[in-house]
């Protein structure tokens, strides 16, 4: 250490480590900048150009949510390889997954730097409404009305929920829906049948707890699931006229619809009727209860049909819908489209990009979606009910008996007053009055119009 | 050499550089910053100057003023474990006790793991079904103390700065003890002959001599405790109900979520102003003239 040349090599060491850092700065910057000629991060220029450089052709690239979790990613991976494969434009399609969180972030950043990718997914109503807005996303109308046969096969009212001003800027893929699964196992030995009545599914959870076994797998942590269970009693409690009154404005957040629903939940909870701790729990881990035949039902979304085939209750599995609190409500569940995509503005071969969700949405691959992978087509198409699983049939007969659907509130509102409601509803059941809590999410609401 | 630093000119040769890269990292996106915090904006649709609304509304907020208190919270939780605890553990160290080299890294290690990690292995530690606390109190017999503690609006924030406070102590005991390390041992052995007891060579002569090092650790504390951000965000999320919300979390949540750049940006700038003002207090509270040994 005290040698002579001891600064001198620190001070080498050091100038060697500056310009170092400065040079591998430098390389990432230029060789991002030239190959995709975008202000894009260097992830997405290097996958366009690796694409780009291999085939000769053009790529598309598709930004998707999934993670290797997810069982549905092959199925969309192979519906890109399908179309990459034949198509007019030779074009190759590649669609990069992202974890959920970190999907809403690396979108947001993208959109703000003019970086986003040739087609990304989207979720309908107000999470697409900014972007539009701010003019990040082709018109495809013309395409549309091009293609009559295409465009009436979308089920009425699905493109709807991402049109803005009476354009269209968005393509569902599927629907989806909540539904209560349960395990037939579970029931049939504990003598219940699948409730009919509000009154009767109270019952069978009292059944059920009085005889040791829990209910209902409920997750806590995620505020969004809990959420949309007191969304779906409220709209057992009084209809989708109150959805569509909150959207436009006639009736407040805090109304006693809302107030009651959440009790309602935050009683079920006093009761019992969800997993010891559930408060705490993620929403893997509460899952898992229900996969492993812990609990007896689960409130969630159609799209976890795949996922429950897959695990140990498998064929065991059923579901049904929601009996309404109120019984002339029956049939109003919480529910949307799903994996919707858009064109970026960004995107150079919109041709291509527009024939790609157009082979998306035809029979041919949202057979294989539905079959396979379990998802509900957003189109309406002759359904051969032979290949479906017993659980899918369910499903299907569920969504097709619906009478009105209303979206999740974090998908008709987004990140403001949607994610205040998810709040609020953990908020109760964390212990808060629930008339207190929902008067701050009225003032919460009043407050935020004007940020 | 000295005709070189004489040079003016030579100086900005040197400096230039590096002045450059920190004007386009740093002052460059401070300044744009102040700038969009007095916009409404999206930064895709065309923005509105609204002056230092957001500021106005920001304290009409009752998220932001929770998100304030509990930053504020994590400052004093931090400042307790990281000034009188760390100076506790580093001066019975920095005594020539048997294995002290042993216990400085022992303390230093959780520093070194990256926030997210010690956020995950925290969630299972504070995990109600299974996790160590909980067990620990059933073993005992003491289930009655048990709780959901990540999800207990009143617990949640204080489970979360235990986890800050264990982190950090042993990073800044480290920086403390090289502070003591180079005080020469002849005070003390003076001191020693003059029969001052371990407490009054503390105070007469650690404490004093590292005041210089204590105002930098205090300034490291208080800014890093502002500007939180992993654990909070691997663990709770800012939830339940914006229970452990932290000003930058909330940031993060009103710009890529809610899109509202201008209101994120203002709480930016609240968090610069918060910091500057630390430092100002710190060398306020830490004053002192400069000692050479």
Redesign the interface.
């Known amino acids: 250490m005290k040698s002579i040349f001891s600064k001198k090599t620190t001070a080498l060491l050091l100038a060697a480590a500056m310009a170092g850092s400065l040079l591998s700065g430098c390389g990432s910057g230029s060789s991002g900048g030239s190959k995709s000629g975008s202000a894009g991060s260097s992830e997405e220029a290097s996958a366009q150009a690796e694409g780009g450089g291999s085939k000769g052709g053009e790529t598309l690239t598709v930004m998707c949510v999934g993670t290797e979790a997810d069982s549905y990613i092959d199925y969309y991976n192979a519906v890109a390889e399908k179309f990459s494969e034949n198509n007019e434009y030779g074009v190759t399609v590649k669609i990069d997954f992202y974890e959920n969180e970190q999907y809403?972030?690396k979108l947001?950043?993208l959109?703000?730097s003019n970086a986003v990718p040739d087609i990304f997914f989207t979720w309908e109503l107000s999470y697409l409404q900014?972007?539009v807005?701010?003019?990040?996303v082709v018109d495809i109308t013309s395409y549309l009305d091009e293609d009559e046969e295409w465009k009436n096969s979308f089920a009425d009212g699905t493109l709807d929920l991402v049109a803005y001003d009476g354009k269209n800027y968005g393509v569902p893929t599927q629907k989806s829906l909540c539904v209560m699964f349960y395990n037939k196992q579970i029931f049939e030995d504990n003598g219940v049948a699948v409730p009919t009545t509000y009154e009767e599914f109270l019952n069978v959870c009292q059944t059920l707890k009085d005889k040791g076994i829990t209910p209902m797998a409920m997750c806590?942590?995620d505020?969004w699931i809990p959420a949309q269970f007191v969304q779906q009693i409220a709209g057992g409690m009084a209809g989708d006229k109150m959805f569509k009154d909150i959207c436009d404005g006639n009736e407040k957040w805090n109304n006693a619809t809302h107030v009651k629903a959440a009790q309602e939940v935050k009683d079920m909870a006093d009761k019992g009727y969800f997993q010891?701790?559930y408060?705490?729990?993620g929403p893997e881990e509460s899952k898992e209860q229900f996969f492993a035949g812990k609990t007896a039902m689960y409130f969630m979304g159609a799209w976890e049909a795949a996922n429950i085939e897959l695990s140990d209750i498998g064929e065991n599995a059923g579901a049904f819908v929601l009996p309404a609190y109120d019984a002339q409500y029956n049939n109003i569940s919480v529910g949307s489209i799903d994996t919707s995509f858009a064109v970026s503005e960004t995107c150079k071969n919109r041709d291509a990009a527009v024939a790609f969700l157009k082979y998306w949405t035809s029979q041919e691959s949202e057979d294989m979606l539905l079959y396979d992978c379990g998802r509900i087509p957003a189109g309406n198409y002759e359904i051969d009910e032979s290949k479906l699983s017993s659980l899918m049939t369910d499903i299907l007969t569920i969504s097709n008996s619906q009478v009105g659907l209303t979206p999740w509130w974090d998908r008709q509102f987004?990140?403001?007053e949607g994610?205040e409601f998810n709040?609020?509803c953990?908020?109760v059941l964390?212990g808060?009055d629930a008339q207190i809590a929902f008067d701050?999410l009225q003032q919460?609401a009043e407050?935020n119009a004007?940020? | 050499m000295n005709k070189v630093l004489g040079n003016k000119k030579s100086i900005a040769v040197f400096v230039l550089p590096a002045f450059i890269i920190y004007a386009i990292f740093v002052l460059v996106p401070i300044g744009y910053n102040i700038y969009v915090s007095f916009l409404?904006t999206?930064?895709?649709?065309p923005s509105k100057f609204v002056g230092v609304?957001?500021y106005i509304?920001l304290f009409?907020?009752?998220t932001f003023t929770g998100a304030l208190r509990n930053n504020i919270l994590m400052v004093i939780g931090s400042l307790i474990a990281h000034l009188p605890l760390a100076l506790l553990f580093g001066n019975i160290l920095f005594q020539k006790i048997k294995g002290s080299h042993f216990f400085q890294t022992v303390f230093f290690l959780p520093s070194v793991i990256c926030g997210v990690a010690v956020g995950l292995t925290w969630t299972f530690v504070?995990?109600?079904?299974f996790g160590l606390i909980n067990k620990f109190l059933e073993i005992i017999g003491l289930e009655s103390l048990q709780h959901?503690?990540?999800?207990?609006?009143n617990l949640a924030l204080f489970c979360i700065i235990v986890v800050v406070m264990w982190q950090f102590v042993g990073y800044h005991m480290v920086i403390q003890i090289a502070a003591m390390k180079n005080i020469p041992l002849s005070y003390y052995e003076a001191a020693e002959i003059d029969g001052a007891s371990k407490w009054v060579q503390f105070k007469s002569i650690t404490f004093p001599l590292i005041k210089p090092i204590l105002k930098v650790d205090a300034v490291l504390i208080i800014t890093g405790s502002l500007k939180y951000y992993d654990l909070v965000a691997v663990m709770?999320?800012g939830?339940?109900?914006?229970a452990t919300e932290l000003m930058s979390t909330y940031m993060f949540?009103q710009?890529?979520?809610?899109?509202?750049?201008g209101?994120s940006a203002a709480i930016g700038v609240i968090l610069l102003i918060l910091c500057m003002c630390s430092v100002l207090l710190s060398n306020f509270v830490f004053r002192t003239e400069q000692v050479e040994f």
């Open positions: 809403k972030t947001t950043t959109m703000a900014p972007f807005e701010g003019g990040k806590g942590t505020a010891d701790g408060i705490g729990m987004g990140a403001g994610v709040n609020t953990v908020a964390g808060e701050a919460f407050d004007d940020r | 409404q999206d930064l895709m649709s609304k957001n509304n009409k907020d009752k504070y995990n109600s079904e959901v503690w990540l999800a207990d609006k709770t999320g939830g339940p109900n914006h949540y710009g890529f979520r809610t899109l509202k750049y209101y």
